[in-house]
Nanobody
Framework: VQLQAFGGGLVQAGGSLRLSCAAS????????MGWFRQAPGREREFVAT????????RYADSVKGRFTISRDNTKNTVYLQMNSLKPEDTAAYYC????????????????????WGQGTLVTVSS
């Protein structure tokens, strides 16, 4: 699948944003999807993943309780709702996908994904 992420922007600390990642192709519903982010001068890191069905999710400790990943397989779209944003959440956010009915116990490493969208920049001001 081809992925396109959007929805980034500038927000004040404590605010919210929702990122979307639209997928082309008819196999999206069989893909595990993930969100990663990369802050300036830092390596890309895992944020969240969701199973092919949407029934299971997993989060990085740094975003747990603030971010929610979800998907709508009828719209070929995965979302990342980000609440209570902090300046340290500032980064380029990337969506990624891999085909298969994997457990969300896996899917936290970049190398596990074979499809990537372009980044969408999120800037959180203090």
């Amino acid at each position: 699948v081809q992925l396109q992420a959007f929805g980034g922007g500038l927000v004040q600390a404590g605010g919210s944003l929702r990122l979307s990642c639209a997928a082309s192709g008819r196999t999206f519903s069989s893909y595990q999807m993930g969100w990663f982010r990369q802050a300036p001068g830092r390596e890309r890191e895992f944020v969240a993943t969701i199973s092919w069905s949407g029934g299971s999710t997993r989060y990085a400790d740094s975003v747990k309780g603030r971010f929610t990943i979800s998907r709508d397989n009828t719209k070929n779209t995965v979302y990342l709702q980000m609440n209570s944003l902090k300046p340290e959440d500032t980064a380029a956010y990337y969506c990624a996908g891999r085909p298969g009915q994997y457990s969300v116990a896996s899917g936290t490493w970049e190398a596990q994904y074979d499809s990537w969208g372009q980044g969408t920049l999120v800037t959180v001001s203090s």
